[in-house]
């Protein structure tokens, strides 16, 4: 591992809200700031960072709302991932992205469900799950 991955911490944050410790705030550190900082950059509409400095960061996921489960729809989906993935320089490589086909189920009917496989520098690939409403 490099000392990038390994060093790196943030404040933990679970379901949006902030993880605590009976001392404080709990962070991340490794792997699981890596997943939490990929998972904040998907969630993060592109540009909602810009008056920061940051107008390049996030993803625009956010533009296929509204729009239906299709081929269309997912092949933009993936190409968003991939597009927002490549700022992030603690990934080597994406190894795979798989969307779930449109469910008949009516709590899954309105959602890309997404699963990544990453590949982070120096280290093994992990795993992450998305949803997204459209």
């Known amino acids: 591992m490099t000392d990038s991955i390994l060093h790196s911490f943030d404040i933990e944050l679970t379901s949006g809200a902030l993880g605590q410790t009976g001392r404080g705030l709990a962070t991340v550190q490794g792997r699981d700031n890596l997943a939490q900082a990929i998972l904040n950059r998907l969630n993060t509409r592109r540009g909602e960072l810009k008056t ?3 107008s390049e960061y996030g993803s625009r996921l956010y533009l296929l709302m ?3 489960n299709n081929d269309r729809t997912r092949k933009l989906a993936e190409f968003y991932l ?5 700022q992030e320089s603690r990934i080597a490589q994406i190894q795979s992205i798989s969307i779930e086909p449109p469910s ?3 709590d899954k009917r309105d959602k ?3 699963t990544l496989v990453i590949q982070p520098i120096d280290d093994r690939a992990m795993t992450l ?3 997204v409403e459209l």
């Open 129 to 131: 799950s998305l949803e």
């Open 66 to 68: 509204g729009e239906i």
């Open 112 to 114: 890309l469900i997404m």
């Open 104 to 106: 008949r189920s009516a």
């Open 52 to 54: 920061l400095g940051h």
């Open 82 to 86: 991939r597009e927002s993935l490549a």
